[in-house]
C-alpha cells in the first residue's frame, strides 16, 4: 500500500535544512499530488521489475517520506541521508523505530554497508546534488545486487519547469548540479542498462523516472 504522509505533519516537522522539499505540504493540493506522483510511480516500478522485497535502500531518503511505504514492502528497509533528523519523526509517527527500518547518517563513502546487499535501490531527486557523480553511483552499484534494479527520478530542465518555479513561488535548487539527462548519461557510464524510462504527465515533463539493472 502507498503511504502519503499527512501535509499538515510533514509542515510541523520541516526545519530550515530544506530535507523536507516544500512541495509535500505546498499549500495547492494539485501541486502537492503532482509532486507525491513521483514516489507512485516509483511504488509501480517497484511492484513491476523488482527481483524480491527481501533488501531496499532509500538512497538519500531526506525526510523518509517514502520510507513508511517500502517498510511495507520490503523485509528489511535502510535509509541513508547526511542528516535525518525528520526521517526519525515519520519513522515514530508510524511506529517504524523497532520494525525493519534503519535509519544512517553521514558520508555514504563512509557508511559500513555490505556489498551486494539491496534488491532495490531509491534514488528520488538525489544524484543531481553530487557535483561528482562518479562517487554516489559507484557505491549504489556495489551495494546492488546482481539482479538488483535501481530506481531514478531526475529533474529537466525545460521551458514548462521553470513556469512552474514562477508560478509556484520558488526558486530552483542551489546545488542542482546536473540536469536529469547529464546523470542519466553517467548512470549509463556505469554500465547499468535501462529497463523502462517514463514521465509523469508527458505533456509536463517535469521529471525523468527510470529503472535500470545492473
Not at 81 to 108: C, H, M, R, T
Amino acid at each position: 500500500m502507498f503511504i502519503e504522509i499527512p501535509s499538515n505533519f510533514l509542515k510541523l516537522i520541516a526545519t530550515d535544512s530544506d530535507r523536507i522539499p516544500k512541495l509535500y505540504y505546498y499549500p495547492c493540493v494539485c501541486a502537492r499530488k503532482f509532486f507525491w506522483l513521483r514516489l507512485r510511480m516509483f511504488y509501480k516500478l517497484i511492484k513491476k521489475y523488482g527481483p524480491n522485497y527481501k533488501a531496499c535502500l532509500d538512497f538519500g531518503c531526506g525526510s523518509g517520506v517514502f520510507i513508511p511505504t517500502l517498510s511495507n514492502m520490503f523485509k528489511e528497509v535502510v535509509g541513508i541521508d547526511l542528516e535525518i533528523n525528520e526521517a526519525y519523526k515519520v519513522l515514530e509517527y508510524y511506529n517504524l523505530n523497532n520494525k525493519n527500518v534503519k535509519l544512517i547518517s553521514g558520508d555514504i563513502n563512509k557508511a559500513d554497508i555490505a556489498q551486494n546487499r539491496f534488491d532495490v535501490i531509491c534514488a528520488a531527486d538525489v544524484l543531481e546534488h553530487f557535483k561528482d557523480l562518479h562517487l554516489p553511483i559507484r557505491q549504489i552499484k556495489k551495494w546492488l545486487k546482481d539482479t538488483g534494479i535501481l530506481l531514478t527520478s531526475l529533474p529537466t530542465e525545460n521551458l514548462i519547469t521553470k513556469i512552474t518555479r514562477v508560478l509556484g513561488g520558488y526558486k530552483k535548487p542551489w546545488d542542482h548540479y546536473h540536469t536529469g539527462e547529464e546523470v542519466e548519461a553517467e548512470i549509463i557510464r556505469a554500465g547499468f542498462k535501462r529497463v523502462k524510462t517514463k514521465v509523469i504527465m508527458p505533456i509536463f515533463p517535469l521529471y525523468i523516472i527510470s529503472v535500470w539493472s545492473r
